[in-house]
């Protein structure tokens, strides 16, 4: 208790961020190129209206409120690899570990699927 006091008084004193700035950071994390890349994709693949943009814009921050943006690279850069064909690229297709990264973007989409549509 004490030390939160001291910490809450250092940071009026001195210009610190609060603790409630760090947990916006934290749930703000996503950078706004990557949320505007979700929303243009998700309104491509459902149409390009205003209730669209807003239902898009909802699911990329109820994602950004469950995975954190590293996360979220990772699931995207593993998706994007099991795309490209060939040998090389055979590895990223089977690993349980990138089917991991994938499976968490996936439960987050779903989630933001039934809460935002």
């Known amino acids: 208790m004490k030390?939160?006091?001291?910490?809450g008084v250092f940071s009026i004193a001195f210009g610190?961020?609060?603790?409630?700035?760090t947990v916006a950071e934290r749930l703000n994390d996503y950078p706004t190129e990557a949320r505007?890349?979700?929303?243009?994709?998700?309104m491509a693949a459902n149409g390009q209206t205003r209730i669209m943009?807003?239902?898009?814009?909802?699911?990329?921050?109820?994602?950004?409120?469950?995975?954190?943006?590293?996360?979220?690279?990772?699931?995207?850069?593993v998706l994007s690899l099991q795309q490209v064909g060939?040998?090389?690229?055979?590895?990223?297709?089977?690993?349980?570990?990138?089917?991991?990264?994938?499976a968490d973007l996936r439960r987050a989409q779903a989630?933001?699927?039934?809460l935002c549509f």
């Open 3 to 7: 030390t939160f006091l001291i910490a």
């Open 86 to 102: 060939g040998e090389r690229m055979s590895m990223f297709k089977g690993p349980q570990m990138n089917q991991a990264f994938v």
């Open 111 to 114: 989630e933001a699927e039934i």
């Open 36 to 42: 505007a890349d979700y929303v243009f994709g998700c």
């Open 53 to 77: 943009l807003s239902k898009c814009s909802c699911s990329i921050d109820r994602i950004a409120s469950i995975l954190p943006y590293e996360k979220y690279v990772e699931a995207e850069t």
């Open 16 to 21: 610190v961020p609060s603790i409630a700035q």
